[in-house]
């Protein structure tokens, strides 16, 4: 297990890193993070490079066995690099070319920025290669963590762009057919007269759209491969990371994690006034999706570790949420955790996002509980590494799904991500281990699968749903599928276009609800809960062609007509969801989803009070309990336990006590 925290000796006096390497040691940190903003320090003017202040720091920290994971410092360029070569910054769509002074502000395009950054990642390749106290790099820092903000509309882009557009349609004729441009007399004669969709009074034609944005996802996966050639050529031995951002979703994440070694993500749960409070599901969720883009466990390379803000300070975390955040990480399958930051910046524009220390550098009640858990973790890492997950239920997402609705929402209600994580909560509060992957994963050997709102659709993920739902899996599509083909233009066919088949249904017509608009519709099949209540933004209009109606409608001029279906095909089911229901009754249909699947909770309890997370290792069975409240709790157990963290050993129907925030792990055989 590695654990540690994110270190910026250049920020401090030289006289004051043994004492923060020392006060590191004894909290049983074993790693840190160092450098990814530290260009102008490693070369302060072009070509005068300087290592010396690293190496020390980096040598301090190896005598009290703390080894270094180094970032490429290409996220912020200094202003000599700026000055005297503007044209690195990337241009808004407004046309506007951003000034220096932030962070992440460079076109990943700019030839004159891929330059530099080549000759800066090679001169600390060279440097550090045989350095045993530096393992491993972090490409950059954040990739997309400035959303729509990151695309740049320059003229290098432009010129990469129809170049993109060139590969990948081959001819102008092949182009204007699969945008559809004979709409608004938009067909191009020429490559260069494509536009980079820049601010427009009406709208950009969808597929131009679409492909600009898969377009700026590639710019940033091909910088990352500049830097990682670089880096796999001079020093082959090191693991290679970059750390992600969550739900972000300005880049294809399972494209850009593909050449690293493992992934790495950022997590702050609280920035309540800065970024919206994240709820515990939203982070359980984000550690899943994040597990989810290689198929394996992950690190934590910026932990919250304090109260977070530029501007403002959002709330300080609550006595042992730190630890509880950690646990969850853990849980999720993160196998390295790393506080953001060690100490509190005095300057700059994040002097009140804290870290485990304050400006004044003694040690605080965060440090404490941090090194409450570096002693935890010392003596139970061996038995959390290397968990694995139960294989049972998947849900299936896709960047390029998103990009299409954050274009064309449909309805000014929907979106792609509450509507997933409304899925997602469910299966988290009844304690179901759940998977989320690419819709081109290896989806058999799941047993309940979700597949929420495939607005886009294209042959081999038909073939891929038809094939698993065949070999007796039980599938749930929702609303606003088999829409549209891959380049983002309406399918000619019966809704949901490619999956009726599937589904035994057709969607004749349907209602898009306004902001204040509801339905009601009630659940009709013998073997569920007969519920009724209320759906919003979306109503599916449907026709059974084979399959059985689970729910209807009970009011408006579709009063009867079928939202929820259920269709026999080969050995398995296909529900189909043709609306957005509450809560109550989306949880009736899932919970007799799981029942037919045969899917096993991880533990049965109050759903609203502990979140559960089953892991397994060498055929030992671990319940992480994790109590996101604020209040004391107690939950029944259903066997003989053994508990790690207290060293308790729990008999069968004794009450195990969980405190506000509180964690226990519990170990079965």
């Not at 090679?122 to 393992?135: F, G, L, R, T």
């Not at 996002?353 to 304050?358: M, P």
């Not at 699968?449 to 081999?460: M, S, W």
């Not at 009970?554 to 009063?559: A, E, L, N």
Request: charged share 25%; glycine share 6%; net charge neutral.
């Amino acid at each position: 297990m590695n654990f540690g925290c994110d270190y910026y000796p250049e920020h401090w006096p030289e006289e004051r890193w043994e004492k923060d390497v020392q006060m590191m040691a004894e909290a049983g940190f074993n790693i840190v993070r160092m450098a990814e903003f530290a260009w102008v320090k490693l070369e302060q003017g072009k070509g005068q490079f300087d290592f010396s202040w690293l190496d020390k720091a980096i040598e301090i920290l190896s005598e009290n066995k703390i080894r270094s994971v180094l970032g490429t410092p290409t996220a912020t360029p200094p202003a000599w690099l700026a000055a005297s070569h503007p044209d690195i910054l990337r241009v808004n769509k407004e046309g506007i070319r951003t000034s220096f002074g932030g962070r992440r502000a460079c076109c990943p395009n700019s030839s004159t920025y891929r330059t530099y950054s080549e000759k800066i990642v090679s001169k600390m390749a060279e440097h550090y290669k045989d350095n045993e106290n530096v393992i491993g790099w972090q490409i950059d820092n954040e990739f997309g963590g400035d959303g729509e903000k990151g695309l740049c509309y320059c003229q290098e882009c432009a010129k990469n762009f129809r170049q993109w557009l060139q590969d990948k349609y081959k001819t102008l004729q092949k182009l204007n057919q699969e945008w559809g441009t004979v709409f608004w007399s938009q067909t191009y004669t020429e490559w260069e007269q494509i536009p980079l969709p820049r601010q427009l009074e009406t709208a950009h034609n969808p597929s131009l759209l679409l492909d600009y944005r898969r377009f700026i996802s590639d710019s940033y996966i091909s910088y990352q491969k500049l830097q990682i050639d670089i880096l796999r050529k001079i020093c082959p031995h090191k693991f290679i990371t970059h750390n992600f951002m969550g739900l972000f979703n300005a880049i294809d994440y399972y494209k850009l994690a593909q050449p690293l070694d493992f992934i790495a993500w950022d997590n702050y749960p609280n920035l309540r006034f800065t970024g919206g409070n994240k709820s515990s599901v939203k982070v359980s969720l984000s550690h899943d999706v994040m597990r989810g883009l290689k198929e394996k466990n992950f690190w934590v390379m910026e932990q919250q570790s304090g109260p977070t803000g530029w501007q403002c300070v959002d709330p300080n975390p609550y006595p042992g949420e730190i630890r509880l955040w950690t646990y969850q990480a853990i849980a999720h399958g993160a196998e390295g955790i790393l506080y953001f930051r060690w100490r509190t910046s005095r300057f700059g524009t994040e002097q009140f996002w804290h870290g485990i220390l304050d400006q004044c550098g003694t040690a605080t009640r965060r440090y404490e509980e941090v090194k409450k858990i570096g002693q935890e973790l010392k003596r139970i890492k061996d038995k959390l590494t290397g968990l694995e997950f139960p294989k049972e239920v998947a849900m299936l997402t896709s960047y390029d799904e998103q990009w299409a609705f954050d274009i064309q929402p449909n309805n000014p209600k929907f979106n792609y991500q509450e509507h997933f994580t409304s899925y997602y909560q469910i299966l988290n509060t009844l304690n179901i281990p759940v998977d989320v992957v690419s819709i081109q994963a290896d989806i058999s050997k799941y047993k309940l699968v979700l597949a929420p709102a495939l607005f886009l659709i294209n042959d081999e993920l038909v073939d891929n749903l038809k094939e698993f739902v065949k070999k007796g899996g039980t599938l749930i599509i929702t609303f606003r599928s088999g829409i549209k083909n891959w380049n983002n233009i309406v399918l000619d066919e019966p809704l949901p276009a490619k999956l009726n088949d599937l589904l035994g249904i057709e969607v004749v017509e349907y209602d898009s609800l306004s902001s204040m608009q509801k339905c009601k519709l009630k659940l009709i099949h013998p073997e569920i809960e007969p519920l009724q209540g209320e759906c919003d933004t979306w109503c599916d209009i449907i026709k059974c062609r084979g399959a059985e109606i689970i729910g209807r409608y009970t009011q408006s001029y579709y009063k009867d007509e079928a939202c929820v279906t259920i269709n026999r095909f080969g050995q398995g089911y296909a529900i189909y969801i043709g609306t957005n229901p509450s809560p109550e009754i989306k949880g009736s249909i899932l919970r007799w989803a799981i029942e037919k699947s045969r899917v096993k909770s991880s533990f049965q309890t109050d759903p609203a009070n502990i979140e559960v997370i089953l892991r397994r290792k060498e055929g030992k069975d671990y319940l992480f309990f994790l109590n996101h409240s604020g209040k004391y709790h107690q939950v029944k157990l259903d066997r003989i336990y053994q508990e790690l963290l207290e060293k308790t050993e729990y008999f069968k129907d004794s009450l195990m006590g969980i405190e506000p925030k509180g964690v226990r792990i519990l170990c079965r055989t």
